[in-house]
């Protein structure tokens, strides 16, 4: 049984650029939702999807926006990257809009240079 | 707003000690508690989580931690640290119990020496 996968691992991106991070669902699992870990920090919830649909976010600008697609994998992008976008990327999966447990990926690391 | 408090960012014990690792919690409405832990170059594991069946809560790999109202506090335990114990713990808060749009600490790092 698959858990959740992300990809990439790693990532290094211009300041300015816009980057895409990916993440499928560990099986069985409708929901997805994306955190933020900065460097020595603990994660930070940025927003969930269910149903396609963007159910709650957490304090990020607009910069960051996702999609959730018919398969229940998602994306995270981030346009117009700063530095402080430097960070570890968790994706955690769950069911039904986020009524059982979340199992989280091993991350993408991204850093802005 | 909720909020949790992570009490020492670095804990050291020599192995077969007694672990302990703090969190207090702010909320205005009673809380869902979790505690994850973090190995290097991975993602989050669950260890255990308070949803108000019982004060006290087992986890895995012989973790337990105590709800306590009164001082608003989940401290994590464990009777024997073992090396393999070595990781960043986090605790978080969430409004339901499933642990969605959770709110995390800062994390302890806990280094066990033999």
């Known amino acids: 049984d698959a858990g959740v996968t992300q990809s990439p691992t790693h990532l290094i991106k211009t300041r300015g650029q816009q980057v895409t991070l990916r993440c499928s669902p560990k099986s069985g699992h409708d929901t997805v939702s994306w955190y933020q870990q900065a460097l020595g920090q603990g994660p930070q919830f940025i927003f969930q999807?269910?149903?396609?649909?963007?159910?709650q976010r957490g304090n990020f600008p607009d910069r960051f926006s996702g999609h959730q697609f018919p398969n229940y994998s998602s994306e995270l992008n981030v346009n117009a990257l700063l530095l402080g976008d430097s960070a570890l990327y968790l994706c955690a999966s769950s069911f039904g809009g986020g009524g059982t447990e979340a199992f989280f990926g091993q991350g993408t690391r991204l850093t802005v240079v | 707003a909720q909020s949790v408090t992570q009490l020492g960012s670095h804990v050291s014990v020599s192995e077969g000690a007694l672990v302990l690792l703090r969190c207090n919690y702010s909320?205005?409405?009673?809380?869902?508690l979790f505690w994850y832990v973090q190995y290097p170059n991975q993602g989050l594991q669950l260890l255990l989580k308070?949803?108000?069946?019982?004060?006290l809560v087992k986890g895995i790999n012989g973790f337990e931690a105590e709800f306590k109202k009164s001082e608003t506090s989940f401290h994590l335990t464990k009777p024997s640290a073992h090396m393999s114990d070595a990781a960043e713990y986090f605790c978080a808060v969430s409004k339901n119990q499933a642990g969605t749009a959770l709110i995390f600490g800062k994390g302890t790092t806990l280094s066990v020496s033999s």
């Open positions: 308070y949803t108000s069946a019982a004060t």
């Open positions: 999807y269910y149903e396609e649909e963007e159910r």
């Open positions: 909320s205005s409405v009673p809380p869902y």
